[in-house]
């Protein structure tokens, strides 16, 4: 047990260590964080497939209604266009 809580020990000094700095220089970390962000994103597009999706998916903007029980299909469908149209 010893040796498992010296590892914990040591691991949570490392990061206190490091991010100690980084907290001190706010901005910089922001800047940082925000590269490996972009980083991330480019690397992600370029490993999905741009056909991934149907031609006709493509665009859509799709969403749930959800009315109380009971409620008809007529109003369903009346709710459904208006929200369409906006």
Known sequence: MAWLQNGIDKS???YVRLVTPL??????????VGGFV?????HQ???VPSGFLPDEDQGA???EVQLPDAASTN????RGRS???A
Request: zero cysteines; proline letters at 0%; charged letters at 40%.
């Open 12 to 14: 949570r000094d490392g």
């Open 23 to 32: 907290a001190r220089r706010s901005f910089i970390a922001l800047l940082l």
């Open 38 to 42: 972009a980083g991330d994103r480019r």
């Open 45 to 47: 597009q370029r490993m």
């Open 61 to 63: 903007f799709m969403a």
């Open 75 to 78: 109003r369903t469908r009346r």
């Open 83 to 85: 929200r369409s149209r």
